[in-house]
Every structure is written in structure tokens, then in C-alpha cells.
């Protein structure tokens, strides 16, 4: 196999990779406006960051890469609090508000079509 067929390839799965992580974060700003909107909370600066990515199995039991973004929301509007959705693949887990603020409050969401 000739080295550019392997640059090719490695061009090709880092495009697949920067393209899955773009629909991901889509979905998680998604989920985190619904969440926010939900709770009756105002989510912030219309953005998630990734902060965590890791490789977990789905139900099928197939490898699939699991990002945890981080976001923020104010009850107040005078204050920032942090909130999480977890995305295991293009499917939304689970998003947490703060839970010093609300306990347990958690919007499960499975596909998000804004």
C-alpha cells in the first residue's frame, strides 16, 4: 500500500471525525436550549464546550465516542450555573441542570429535531 492512499485515508477519517463532532454539538446546544426552556431557566451565550470525549458502547453494544459538553443557564439573569448533556454518539443521554439548584433535575432526551 503506497503512502498516499494511507494520508488519504487518514485525511478522510479525521474529516469524518471533525463532521460527526459538529452534528454532536449541534444536538447538545439542542438539548441544552430545550433543557434550559424546560426548567424555565435562560441558557447562556447559545453555546456547549466539549469537555470530556471518551469511546462507551450503545445498547447494541457497538463502540461509539461519548462527549460530555458543558454549558451554562442563570435563574436570575445575575449568576451563571453549570449544566451537562451527555451525547453517546448522535444520541442524546441525558442533560443535568445544576443540582444544587434543582436536585435531580435531568431532561432525558433521545433525538432532538430543532
Known amino acids: 500500500m503506497s503512502w498516499e492512499?494511507?494520508?488519504?485515508?487518514l485525511f478522510g477519517a479525521a474529516a469524518?471525525?471533525?463532521y460527526a463532532g459538529l452534528n454532536a454539538r449541534e444536538q447538545a446546544v439542542a438539548a441544552g436550549r430545550r433543557a434550559c426552556a424546560d426548567g424555565g431557566v435562560q441558557f447562556l451565550d447559545d453555546s456547549v464546550a466539549l469537555r470530556r470525549l471518551r469511546l462507551a458502547r450503545n445498547p447494541d453494544g457497538q463502540l461509539?465516542?461519548?462527549?460530555?459538553f458543558h454549558f451554562e443557564f442563570s435563574d436570575t439573569g445575575?449568576?451563571?450555573r453549570p449544566g451537562v448533556v451527555r451525547m453517546l454518539g448522535e444520541r442524546v443521554e441525558w442533560v443535568s441542570l445544576d443540582g444544587e439548584w434543582q436536585p435531580g433535575r435531568a431532561a432525558s432526551v433521545t433525538r432532538l429535531h430543532d
Open 5 to 9: 492512499i494511507l494520508l488519504l485515508a
Open 64 to 68: 461509539q465516542f461519548q462527549r460530555d
Open 78 to 80: 445575575d449568576n451563571r
Open 16 to 18: 469524518w471525525y471533525w
